[in-house]
């Protein structure tokens, strides 16, 4: 991983103007968005030559074609922008010249802000300590204009930017309980001392533009991607092609057979650790054990199933397996998990069972097959939290993944990795790996949930 000062530098709707056919970008011409992008990028491999441009604090630590590769400049740079100056002179440029006797007033903004985590645009992709852009609206209304200027040093995944950008969204606007009248006048309830409420101007509907800072490459990936401008029916059919040639080729690996013979189609699979008894020294699967299935709890003491012995959760030491990984060409020792429930469908019915043979066998058929595309396989960074899993086995990227969705993974970042499909595949990343616990109700530990991607991100995502 790469510790980077990432910038964005746009509204790229507003940064860029198209006329008939061409694209004008800082007061150039370009031809395409291709030739504007190949431009700019030349100018970046140019100033990254820079060694005062290079001991900038914060600055990458990466390879100039890595900076390159991850770049759109001059909106997205993977290191510090070096256009973030021409972007406020121009858009500064383009603002009304205000009143000579003007002064900048806000009374402070103190009403309380609530907003709901279940709107499409916060749920495309999840990120630690979002908030929805819904709540940053009504900041930026009422302590800007259209055309201001927002700065957001920490942008996580760039929701003040949706939010400056929605500022110019009539919709949007009134979905916040705003009144928005024919001039773009923006009307809120207050109320009197007497106590009559009366609707009152105090903003204005217009795009604001945002200038958008994190030290992380996640954040500013998809913050970028967030504010990017996109052809919606473009972005559908492109990430349908991906997911149907993917399906050709993989849908196999999630095939199970009903009790009736039927094929279905599974839709998760819940793994459980194994431990070993402190007694007889025989394995113990925690699923069936320890779970009280009813309840969705843990027990706090259950016997042995092959000595009787009273055991607890912390009575017991994990079991390990030991095998050879071929990714990194290594003997890796990991802690031991099963397939414990089967979640699958048949003709859109859906059926829970326990893995049979056919499960187990399909599951061995995928672990001795080599993966045709590539995936990261880096040693997880030094750090206290950063190596936790050490101890249970998990040292590398890749083995966060069971060997099925991580071969599902590798398929569909091949298909597009030139295209903004990317951000569908980056957004669930999480939700795949074996950091998803099983949470009938309620959370039980041990226990990692296998999603059937091709399930999980046509049933939910798009």
Not at 54 to 70: T, W
Not at 210 to 218: C, E, G, H, Q, Y
Request: hydrophobic residues 35%.
């Amino acid at each position: 991983m790469m510790r980077e000062n990432q910038e964005l530098g746009f509204d790229k709707i507003q940064a860029t103007k198209k006329e008939e056919g061409t694209v004008t970008c800082l007061g150039m011409t370009f031809k395409s968005e291709e030739q504007r992008r190949n431009y700019f990028t030349e100018k970046l491999r140019e100033k990254l030559q820079d060694q005062k441009f290079r001991n900038i604090e914060g600055f990458p630590i990466g390879s100039d074609e890595d900076i390159l590769h991850l770049s759109d400049p001059p909106y997205y740079t993977a290191c510090p922008n070096p256009w973030i100056a021409d972007f406020i002179n121009e858009w500064e440029s383009e603002k009304p010249e205000k009143p000579a006797d003007y002064k900048y007033h806000r009374e402070p903004f103190a009403a309380d802000v609530s907003e709901g985590k279940n709107d499409p645009i916060y749920n495309a992709h999840s990120y630690h300590t979002k908030v929805p852009h819904k709540a940053i609206m009504r900041y930026i209304l009422h302590y800007t204009e259209p055309g201001d200027i927002v700065f957001d040093g920490f942008c996580g995944t760039g929701m003040t930017g949706v939010a400056a950008q929605m500022c110019g969204d009539r919709k949007t606007v009134e979905s916040l309980g705003y009144q928005v009248k024919p001039d773009g006048t923006i009307m809120q309830q207050e109320t009197d001392d007497d106590g009559k409420t009366r609707w009152v101007p105090f903003s204005k509907l217009g795009v604001r533009r945002a200038v958008l800072n994190d030290l992380s490459p996640a954040a500013t990936f998809i913050a970028y991607n967030y504010n990017t401008p996109v052809d919606v029916k473009a972005f559908e059919k492109e990430a349908k092609r991906i997911l149907m040639e993917v399906e050709e080729e993989c849908g196999w690996m999630y095939d199970t057979r009903h009790s009736d013979g039927r094929m279905g189609k599974v839709n998760y699979i819940v793994w459980s650790d194994v431990f070993v008894c402190p007694e007889c020294a025989n394995e113990v699967i925690f699923w069936e054990e320890a779970v009280d299935k009813e309840a969705s709890k843990v027990k706090d003491e259950f016997p042995c199933p092959h000595c009787s012995a009273k055991l607890t959760k912390r009575s017991m030491e994990h079991a390990l397996i030991t095998k050879y990984d071929t990714a990194i060409k290594e003997t890796v020792r990991q802690v031991k998990q099963v397939p414990v429930l089967i979640n699958y469908s048949v003709e859109k019915k859906r059926f829970e069972k326990k893995p049979d043979e056919f499960d187990f066998e399909l599951i061995d058929k995928i672990e001795n097959c080599e993966i045709p595309y590539w995936f990261p396989t880096n040693r997880m960074m030094e750090g206290k939290e950063t190596r936790r899993n050490d101890r249970i086995g998990i040292t590398h990227v890749h083995h966060f993944y069971t060997k099925r969705n991580l071969w599902i993974l590798s398929s569909i970042r091949h298909r597009c990795e030139k295209s903004q499909a990317i951000l569908m595949f980056n957004s669930q990343l999480i939700n795949i790996s074996k950091l998803n616990r099983y949470r009938p109700g309620v959370f039980i530990p041990l226990q990692s949930f296998e999603w059937d991607f091709l399930y999980w991100i046509t049933n939910f995502r798009i």
